[in-house]
Each structure stands twice: as C-alpha cells, then as structure tokens.
C-alpha cells in the first residue's frame, strides 16, 4: 500500500539543473534501498542513482551521471530527492522513484516523471 508521489521534472536547457522529488506515503525507514531509474525513448529502464539504508547512505550512480547528480534522504518529509546539474540532452528520459521495503523485500515503484533537456 506504499505510494511514491514524484515531482520536479520538466524542461530545460543544456547545462542547467532540475531536482526530482519522491515523496512516500510511510516513513522511510521503512525503506533499505532506495534509487532512482530513467527510461529513455527507444532504451530499457537503467538504474541513475541508488542509496542504502546505512548511516548516511552508501551511495552509487551510472558512470553516466557520476559527478552531476546527487540522491539523498531527507528523512522528517518521507522524501527521496535526485539533484541533477549539468543537464545533457542524452539524460532525457522519463524518471521513476523506486524504493524496496525493509520488511519482505517489496519493490514500489513511482507514476514517473518527464524530464527533458534541449540543446
């Protein structure tokens, strides 16, 4: 019964910024693993950013974004957001939140949010 409500995407040009949002209907510590995933025309779901529930959170992006894109927690809003800089026109894709439960391992995923970026 865990819904992700995602925000932030949109349009924008090459080289500026846009912060995706996912806010959960439970707490977070609920939550192991928590990341976000991106679908591109014509490509496969491909994992961008992952966080685990350690203290402050291991960490792991795609080769692709590393150095650009930051994931982190924000515990008190049951939030998970992407801090996406230096926008390429290649990271255009519709990105998903998707969080596994502590507790029997359930994935759930969000509705997906358009994200576009013109050169």
């Known amino acids: 019964q865990v819904q992700l409500v995602e925000s932030g995407g949109g349009l924008v040009q090459a080289g500026g910024s846009l912060r995706l949002s996912c806010a959960a209907s439970?707490?977070?510590?609920?939550?192991?693993?928590m990341g976000w995933y991106r679908q591109a025309p014509g490509k496969q779901r491909e994992l961008v950013a992952a966080?685990?529930?350690?203290?402050?959170?291991?960490?792991n992006y795609a080769d692709s974004v590393k150095g650009r894109f930051t994931i982190s927690r924000e515990y008190a809003k049951n939030t998970v957001y992407l801090q996406m800089n230096s926008l390429k026109p290649e990271d255009t894709a519709v990105y998903y939140c998707?969080?596994?439960?502590?507790?029997?391992?359930?994935?759930?995923w969000g509705q997906g949010t358009q994200v576009t970026v013109s050169s």
């Open positions: 966080i685990t529930s350690g203290s402050g959170g291991n960490t």
């Open positions: 998707n969080v596994r439960a502590r507790i029997g391992g359930q994935d759930y």
């Open positions: 439970v707490s977070i510590f609920n939550f192991n693993a």
